[in-house]
């Protein structure tokens, strides 16, 4: 959106701890290998919950709420993104190239291409077929997993307020205030309140009312 905005050089990951499972220690150390000149920050749950604190006050009730921490993680790294910007990957996301390499390919991809490279990814092996392989493979789509913005970009404002939205409408749901409901199971609500299917609605909804253009 809004041309090729310049992204801090920055790579944020999130984890309980700094002391990572055994599948993910080698996580960090391949991220900074690929970017020694990107900042790396790696947040822990008592960081992120200062953050909201501190910088996203109005949040912070509703962050303490949540019932599921996945959600906690969710609206955090919209948060970080929104005060920092750069780059931010699940920790189970790892690329196979420099994040220069990936976001100029990408840009040079037309619809044609990304359909290709789709039907690509899909034919390899089911054990080798992951959503990790895919950003890899593609770095076009939207993904949940790995999130790139600018400082302060209103797209990342609009969505955390919206997010708090629905949090209260479903909140009015459970006590019977309304009829309307957006989840009716955990998982629903995780990815529906504030996880992917949320953040594609409501980028898309935000984007039309900033009259912003999305390249997907």
């Given at each position: 959106a809004q041309g090729r905005a310049a992204?801090?050089?920055?790579i944020h990951q999130m984890y309980r701890t700094t002391e990572l499972p055994e599948d993910w220690a080698h996580v960090p150390r391949a991220w900074k290998q690929l970017h020694a000149d990107y900042q790396y920050m790696l947040w822990t749950d008592e960081q992120l919950r200062q953050?909201?604190?501190?910088d996203y006050p109005w949040l912070l009730a509703t962050y303490d709420a949540y019932p599921h921490d996945t959600q906690r993680w969710d609206a955090s790294r919209f948060a970080i993104l929104h005060k920092y910007g750069g780059v931010y990957a699940d920790l189970d996301l790892e690329l196979h190239m420099p994040l220069r390499q990936a976001f100029d390919r990408a840009a040079g991809l037309d619809d044609s291409s990304r359909a290709t490279n789709y039907r690509e990814w899909a034919a390899l092996p089911p054990?080798?077929?992951?959503?990790?392989?895919l950003v890899?493979?593609?770095?076009?789509?939207?993904?949940f997993a790995f999130l790139a913005y600018e400082r302060d970009h209103p797209l990342l404002t609009s969505v955390t307020r919206s997010i708090v939205e629905l949090v209260l409408?479903?909140?009015?749901?459970?006590?019977?205030?309304?009829?309307?409901?957006v989840c009716n199971s955990a998982v629903s609500c995780v990815l529906r309140v504030t996880g992917?299917?949320?953040?594609?609605s409501l980028v898309t909804t935000a984007a039309r009312g900033l009259n912003l253009s999305l390249i997907h």
């Open positions: 992204i801090p050089r920055i953050l909201i604190a501190e054990d080798n077929r992951t959503e990790a392989s890899a493979w593609d770095f076009s789509g939207w993904n409408g479903q909140w009015d749901a459970m006590r019977g205030v309304t009829n309307r409901t992917p299917s949320a953040y594609s």
